[in-house]
Structure formats: structure tokens, C-alpha cells
């Protein structure tokens, strides 16, 4: 497995990694501990060394069952941890960015991982009301202590992560180094914006449900009956948009074929196209079971061809919306550089 650079961090992660949502089985869908153990271990002994929790994820059992897994190998791995989302939801102050559920989520997250620091450490995601002052003073506050070594951000407009990073570096405060979006072969809305952003901040870019809940395993078709379209839709974070439809299982049944074409399966090309996309993705990868962690390490290895990687960015193309669409547009074009505009001309960042 090849390492990469975390954004601006200058931390060196493996192109995989490793998410641990379904380490437990408090939420429905996840695994037993043995079953966990042999999925970690697969990962680690595949030189995977980046590892991604929640603090909400099974209720706290998979920081738990991570804290004892990374127990030998703590040193050598880039873990990852977040807070926002309510862990009571008979408390107000047990969600949401602010200072006080970052403080509590933290020091509880540190004693079921059994660490005193999390490599990196993610706002789960925007809750609309806490100022960005307050967040980014807070977590700052907590990479000056010693338990956080760096931040980024998921679920976020980009438009606020943006805001959030000018105000972090006026203020001499610790930028967020990284983004978790989502993103696979049939959800590409971030593509408009957030790439630019990145690159622009020198951020890394995070791939969450990069297999569409399942869809683009191969695993669904068109019989498939109401409780694997739920888990499904589970499996990608519990958004209506992740469920099969029509138009989903065509794009599936088209990567199947073009997998076919590779000898590699549907898992591993949807992978790949990630992968190779010309802005760099770290999809995050989980699994129940040993075996299917196994296909999807193989995606490292697959090779997809120019003529191929267009097949597959033509089955999804990303919405074309204003204002870039108007901005990309020859028309427009024309009229801001007359006759001498050039087709590879990158936008002007402040």
C-alpha cells in the first residue's frame, strides 16, 4: 500500500483507510468482536496504518474494541476520532460544535480508545449555531494541550470550511487539515466545489460510503426486497438518497461489466476510479467480515485504463450549477477574455 500526505499535516497515511463503523453491533449492522479483530488485523498486516471511529459509532463500543486492537501498535498509526453528533439525546449540550460537548466528548473518546491523543480529530459535522470562532478556538485549545494532534471537518459547506480556516489562520489557531465527504462513483456533488477548496487550503480529501452503501459492490439488483434496500441505505449513513433506485442499479450493472473487462470485481473498480481521480480521494473502507475486506484492499492493485476511467465518469456526471456553470460556459468565457482565453485557466484564489 502506498502512504500519502494528510493535507497540510505532513502525517503520512496508507491510501485506504480503515473506517470502524460497524465495529459492534449496537447500531443493526455491525460485526462481532472476533469478526472486527480479523478485519483490523487484515488492514494492519496489509500496511494500512490509517484508522477512522466515531464517538457515537455502536455507542461507543467501536472506540472501545479499537482501543483494545491498537493497543500493540498505537504508535504507529494514524487514528482518527470525532465529536458532534449527540451521544444523549435527552441532553442540549451533548451535541453540537461547542466548546463544552467537545471538552466531554473528547476526554470520553480518549478513555474508550485507552490513548491520551487522537492523531486527528473531525467535527462530525455543522450544526449551524455555534460560532466558528468558538469551534476553532476550542479545538485549538486541545492541540495546545497535547490531545489532539490535528483537526478537520465532515458534513460541512464548503463555504464554512473555508471561513472556518481564514479565521483559524488570522488568529494564529490550528486550520483543519483534512475533509470526510460524501462521495463515490454515483455521488459526485462535492466535485463542484470541494476540490478546488482543498487544493486551494492544502487539505486532504476523505471519502465516506465510497461503495454507496453496497450498491456498487455488485451485491443488489432489481429483486432485491425492501430490507436490502434499507441496509443499504443504512450502510451510507442513513440518507434516503443511498437507497436503490432504477437509475443506481443501471450504474452498478454498467461498473459490473467494465469490471468484468479488468478481471477485477465491482468493489475493487469503484475503488480504483477513486483512487486515480485526478484530485487525490482516501476512501474509507469498512467491513463485517474478513473476506470483504480482503476485495477491497485488492483495488490498490488495479490499473484502470484513460479510456476506462472516462467509461466510468460519464456513467454519473456531476451536475452542472450555477454559478459555475455559467462561469465554465464558452459564452461566458468569451466575454470576460475575449479571443484569448485559455482553456486551462485555473481560478484566481485570494
Not at 59 to 67: A, C, K, N, P, Y
Not at 158 to 177: I, K, Y
Not at 178 to 187: P, S, T
Not at 250 to 263: H, K
Request: glycine residues 10%; proline residues 4%.
Amino acid at each position: 500500500m502506498r502512504y500519502l500526505d494528510l493535507g497540510r499535516s505532513g502525517l503520512k497515511v496508507s491510501e485506504l483507510c480503515l473506517g470502524a463503523m460497524t465495529f459492534g453491533e449496537e447500531s443493526g449492522f455491525g460485526a462481532s468482536a472476533e469478526e472486527c479483530r480479523q478485519v483490523y488485523d487484515g488492514f494492519i498486516n496489509a500496511g494500512g496504518n490509517f484508522i477512522d471511529t466515531a464517538d457515537i459509532y455502536s455507542r461507543g463500543t467501536s472506540e472501545r474494541m479499537l482501543g483494545e486492537f491498537i493497543s500493540a501498535d498505537r504508535g504507529r498509526l494514524v487514528l482518527a476520532s470525532k465529536y458532534s453528533l449527540s451521544t444523549d439525546l435527552s441532553d442540549p449540550n451533548a451535541g453540537g460544535n461547542q466548546r463544552k460537548n467537545l471538552v466531554q466528548s473528547l476526554d470520553a473518546s480518549l478513555r474508550r480508545l485507552g490513548t491520551d491523543y487522537i492523531d486527528l480529530y473531525w467535527v462530525h459535522g455543522w450544526d449551524r449555531g455555534t460560532p466558528l470562532a468558538e469551534t476553532m478556538r476550542a479545538l485549538d485549545d486541545q492541540v495546545r494541550a497535547g490531545k489532539i494532534l490535528h483537526i478537520a471537518i465532515s458534513n460541512a459547506p464548503a463555504w464554512v470550511v473555508s471561513a472556518a480556516n481564514v479565521l483559524a489562520n488570522e488568529r494564529g489557531l490550528t486550520p483543519f487539515t483534512a475533509l470526510q465527504l460524501h462521495y463515490n462513483l454515483i455521488e459526485r456533488n462535492i466535485e463542484r466545489d470541494y476540490f478546488e477548496l482543498a487544493a486551494a487550503q492544502d487539505m486532504a480529501v476523505t471519502a465516506w460510503s465510497p461503495l454507496a452503501g453496497g450498491v456498487l459492490t455488485g451485491k443488489f439488483n432489481a429483486s432485491a426486497d425492501p430490507a436490502q434496500r434499507e441496509g443499504a441505505r443504512l450502510a451510507g449513513g442513513g440518507q434516503g438518497s443511498l437507497g436503490l433506485d432504477e437509475a443506481k442499479l443501471a450504474v452498478a450493472e454498467a461498473l459490473a461489466a467494465m469490471a468484468g473487462e479488468l478481471d477485477c470485481t465491482s468493489a475493487q473498480l469503484a475503488l480504483a476510479w477513486m483512487l486515480q481521480r485526478p484530485s487525490p480521494v482516501i476512501p474509507i473502507i469498512g467491513a463485517r467480515r474478513q473476506t470483504q475486506l480482503a476485495d477491497n484492499l485488492k483495488a490498490v492493485d488495479v490499473s484502470v485504463p484513460a479510456e476506462m476511467m472516462q467509461r466510468l465518469n460519464d456513467l454519473v456526471p456531476p451536475p452542472s450549477q450555477y454559478p459555475i456553470g455559467l462561469l465554465d460556459g464558452d459564452f461566458f468565457q468569451r466575454m470576460m477574455f475575449g479571443e484569448q482565453r485559455s482553456a486551462s485557466r485555473r481560478w484566481g484564489i485570494l
